[in-house]
């Protein structure tokens, strides 16, 4: 009798830690995200906020990865001319996707833009990703201890920030935006979606200059 | 030297191939960097902070017109070693490999195909493109200066 009651006893325990396990794990996985939010043939839903008037005709879609040194071209030399001709006017808006395949740090770095979206500092983070990259990939410059520093230079709340990043909470959005890449034909970083009112989509790839961006925009307006 | 120069390059066939040469890497090298794009428009453009990078592919590119031709010349008129010729194709090849493969398309293939060796080799040749590219133009300078020596010694035998 004494046995019996010990294996049960055993099989009790062991179902009740699996239904824990597998109550933290969803708990994990769960976080506050449209997911009809489409742009074009790509699922946007688990990328960036939307960078300007969500009601913009125009949606500039960024596939990128923050240890890409062409992205980080861009982002100094092209993305502030579309800022300050598209996006701060309202002719578009912009969504971040991450295509995070160069190195180890870039899921973790794209994970932690997540983290900061959480106290709404997505864009804030992202820039400050942008401005330290360093010209090497996997030196560190983008691993755990530094991507709390920068969220800790932005002021953000360490503790919530620290068990975001360390649970790996956003791990999965992170591979659903890589396959997002993947399946629209990216092929490398930066790469590019404008889509217009009309669901028209134009790719380009690469760090290219303002004057194609312009050109397809003004087109499209 | 201009003796030299003139000796290989007056030929046409030699030349050709040092334009053919010079044309396709620089080309190839400048796709694959991102000065050039073909699609949705051609266009050109060096960002700034990328100029380093632009002039070693020209000076790379160059040097490689010069190097691989002499070398062809000298193998074919005096029947020599092809030791230098080889230094000349190492030297262009590491040098066009550097940086090749970083965040475009040839990085995305490497690393898609060979998983995290694929990402540790692209990392190495993109971390450390400038330097690669400096060593593999170091290799074709000497191999062009003996080249010129050899060329210089051989002719006075030869003529």
């Not at chain 1, 742009?39 to 300007?52: C, D, E, N, R």
Request: proline content about 3%; some cysteine; charged content about 15%.
């Amino acid at each position: 009798m004494n046995k019996k009651g010990g294996i049960l006893g055993i099989i009790v325990i062991s179902i009740i830690i699996v239904i824990v396990a597998s109550m933290s794990s969803s708990n994990n996985e769960t976080f506050d995200v449209d997911m009809t939010r489409t742009h074009g043939s790509i699922s946007t839903a688990l990328g960036s906020p939307i960078l300007g008037d969500p009601l913009a005709p125009i949606t500039i879609v960024e596939f990128g990865d923050y240890q890409c040194h062409q992205c980080y071209n861009w982002f100094h030399n092209t993305k502030p001319m579309i800022m300050r001709d598209y996006i701060e006017t309202g002719k578009a808006n912009l969504v971040f996707v991450d295509f995070a395949f160069l190195g180890k740090d870039s899921p973790k770095a794209a994970q932690a833009t997540y983290c900061a979206d959480d106290q709404n500092m997505y864009w804030e983070y992202h820039n400050s990703l942008y401005n330290s990259q360093e010209s090497k990939i996997d030196s560190g410059w983008a691993n755990s201890e530094r991507l709390k520093a920068f969220a800790f230079n932005l002021n953000l709340d360490m503790e919530l920030f620290n068990e975001c990043l360390d649970s790996e909470k956003y791990s999965k959005r992170v591979q659903y935006n890589s396959q997002q890449a993947r399946d629209n034909g990216v092929r490398g970083t930066p790469g590019f979606f404008i889509v217009d009112s009309d669901y028209n989509q134009t790719q380009i790839g690469g760090a290219q200059p303002f004057s194609v961006f312009q050109k397809i925009l003004d087109s499209m307006i | 030297m201009l003796e030299i120069f003139k000796l290989v390059f007056f030929n046409y066939k030699f030349f050709t191939l040092s334009v053919i040469i010079f044309s396709s890497m620089v080309i190839t090298l400048l796709l694959i960097s991102e000065f050039i794009f073909l699609e949705p428009y051609f266009v050109t453009h060096i960002p700034s902070g990328s100029e380093l990078g632009f002039i070693l592919i020209v000076v790379l590119s160059t040097l490689s017109a010069l190097v691989i031709p002499m070398n062809i010349f000298r193998i074919s008129h005096f029947k020599n070693s092809k030791q230098k010729i080889s230094g000349s194709i190492f030297g262009s090849i590491i040098g066009s490999a550097a940086g090749a493969c970083s965040c475009g398309p040839i990085g995305f293939a490497v690393i898609s195909t060979f998983g995290s060796v694929g990402a540790t080799a692209t990392a190495f040749l993109t971390n450390y493109e400038i330097p690669i590219r400096i060593f593999a133009i170091l290799i074709l300078f000497i191999t062009y200066f003996t080249t010129i020596k050899s060329l210089k010694t051989e002719c006075k035998v030869s003529f």
